[in-house]
Structure formats: structure tokens, C-alpha cells
């Protein structure tokens, strides 16, 4: 069985119009990726957002005929507003979801309707007759929010039992961590495809603000290269798609699932990768 190879993207800011993004799609697609993810951008899942998320993950299948996957962070939405979103994913066609908490947007108080990514789970499977693919997240470093690493693993494990299909790390720097987090999910009787989320390191303060939210570790050879690279960004981007690309063999090497890339709308650093693994998987 052949690994997949799939794109996360964000939509263009709010005070543009949501064709923009087509111009990322028009060179993303044509590298024909197994499906392509699409985030509810900053500030989460307000009804806006939700609105152009749901209108960029339709475009992905009707006009592009990709597979695509929408994002649906839960932490500030009530019942109703997931049942909206569900209905109007249903009446585009699009029948797979990344479930999420989501983060916490400062100043908004969240509704804690769903506080976790397993409620709202279990609130598709139980409480609706939806027929969604559901993926979750998972973290081989563990979440920032979980009190050590195997209480994170025990809430991922309720995750998958509430009714997952599959599963998508967050971005991650070495393999290690990665390789040790599926002996412990193996060990719990997990074993659900998952995707090893990469992110090709193009810019030094996006990254170091990225790891600061996600809490993932950056290896002394990575820092070496943000401290020789970090101030020119022609190199920088160079160092981190040869990275990328060493961490994806490796992987590929190892048999991984799926690789899911987190592009960040940059069709270059791509299409780089993908010509260069497109042998291999």
C-alpha cells in the first residue's frame, strides 16, 4: 500500500476575497496530493471563518476534483453551530473532518460546550446519523495542555474510541519522538493510519512562535541552522526544505502511513518536496 501524501493550507486573511486562495491552489493541485486539508485560519471557528473554510474545501472538490478535508474547531461553538456547519458541509459534499478543540482565541470566553476534540466526536457518531470520515490530532511530543505524556496518550485513546478513523500528527522536528510515540500507541491498542505532520521551515520568527504555541522541541542541529540561516531568508528556505526532505525519507524509510505537509500556502516549498519524494512513495 502506497503512503499518502497530503497539504494543509489556511484561507486568505478576511479582508480578502476567499479567490485568492485559488492561486495556491492552481499550483498545489496538479502535484496531486491525496487530499488537502484546509484550517479555519486565525481566530478559529467563528461563523465567518467556518463560512470560508467550507467555501475553499468545496472549491478543493468541485473545481480542482481533489479530496479535501475541512477543520472543525470545536472549543467555541455550541451545538447548533456545529449542526450548521455539519449540514452545510453535507450539502457541499464534503464528507471528512479534522476534529479539533481548536486553540483559545484571547479575550473570547469559551463555550465549553465542547471542551474537548472528543466531545465533539462523540457528539457526530452518538448524536447524529452524519456519515463523516473523522481524523483527530495527535502529538508525539504530547499536548502543552495535558499534565505528562501518557495522560495525553489516554485522552488520544478516548479519541480513537469515540469513533476515529484516522489520525494526523502535529508538526514535529525529530523522528525519534515520532518513532516512540507509535510504540506507545501500538502498546495501546491503537492502530489507526496516521499521517507525520512536517513543516518545511521557511521563516525563523514563524517557526519559533509556532513551536512556542504547539510546544514541540527543536534538536540542537535544527537550532544550528536557524542560527546560521535565520536572517537570510533564501537560505533559510533552502536549509529547511533539504531538513524536511531528510526527515521524509527517513520516515518513508520507516513505512510511515502518510505524510501531511503543512505548506503554509508556500507552492514552492511544495512542489520542491513532491518532486523530490514522488519516487519514492
Given amino acids: ?11 486568505p486573511r478576511k ?19 491525496d487530499f ?19 467555501d475553499i474545501a468545496a472549491a478543493i472538490k468541485d473545481k480542482y476534483h481533489k479530496k479535501s478535508v475541512a477543520h472543525l474547531p470545536c472549543i467555541n461553538l455550541d451545538k447548533a453551530e456545529v449542526e450548521k456547519i455539519l449540514t452545510q458541509l453535507e450539502l457541499r459534499g464534503i464528507d471528512e473532518i479534522l476534529a479539533l478543540r481548536g486553540d483559545k482565541v484571547q479575550g473570547v470566553e469559551p463555550k465549553n ?39 495525553d496518550l489516554n485522552f488520544l485513546k478516548e479519541k480513537v474510541d469515540a469513533g476515529v478513523d484516522g489520525l494526523i500528527t502535529q508538526l514535529f522536528f525529530d523522528n525519534n519522538h515520532f ?13 489507526l493510519p496516521v499521517e507525520a505532520g512536517i513543516m518545511p521551515v521557511t521563516n525563523k520568527k514563524q517557526i519559533e512562535r509556532m513551536v512556542n504555541i504547539c510546544g514541540a522541541s527543536l534538536p540542537v542541529k535544527f537550532r544550528k541552522i536557524l ?3 535565520g536572517n537570510d531568508s533564501s537560505a533559510l528556505q533552502e536549509a529547511g526544505i533539504v531538513y524536511a526532505l531528510n526527515q521524509i525519507v527517513d520516515l518513508l524509510a520507516h513505512n510511515v502511513n502518510g505524510i ?6 508556500n507552492v514552492y516549498v511544495a512542489r520542491r518536496i513532491s518532486d523530490a519524494i514522488k519516487n519514492l512513495l
Avoid at 500500500?1 to 484561507?11: G, L, N, V
Avoid at 488537502?36 to 467550507?54: D, F, H, L, P, Q
Avoid at 518513532?179 to 492502530?191: N, Q, T
Fill in 113 to 151: 460546550i465542547f471542551p474537548h476534540a472528543v466531545d465533539l466526536i462523540s457528539f457526530i457518531r452518538e448524536k447524529t446519523e452524519r456519515k463523516f470520515k473523522i481524523y483527530a490530532a495527535c502529538y508525539p511530543e504530547g499536548h502543552t495542555d495535558s499534565k505528562d505524556f501518557d495522560a
Fill in 227 to 229: 542560527d546560521r540561516y
Fill in 15 to 33: 479582508d480578502m476575497p476567499v479567490e485568492v486562495i485559488y492561486n495556491t491552489l492552481d499550483g498545489l493541485t496538479d502535484l496531486n496530493p
Fill in 36 to 54: 488537502i486539508s484546509v484550517t479555519c485560519g486565525a481566530g478559529g471557528s467563528s461563523s465567518n471563518a467556518s463560512e470560508r473554510m467550507i
Fill in 260 to 265: 501531511h505537509l503543512y505548506v503554509m500556502n
Fill in 179 to 191: 518513532y516512540y510515540f507509535m510504540e506507545k500507541i501500538h502498546a495501546l491498542g491503537i492502530d
Fill in 1 to 11: 500500500m502506497s503512503t499518502k501524501f497530503s497539504f494543509e493550507i489556511f484561507p
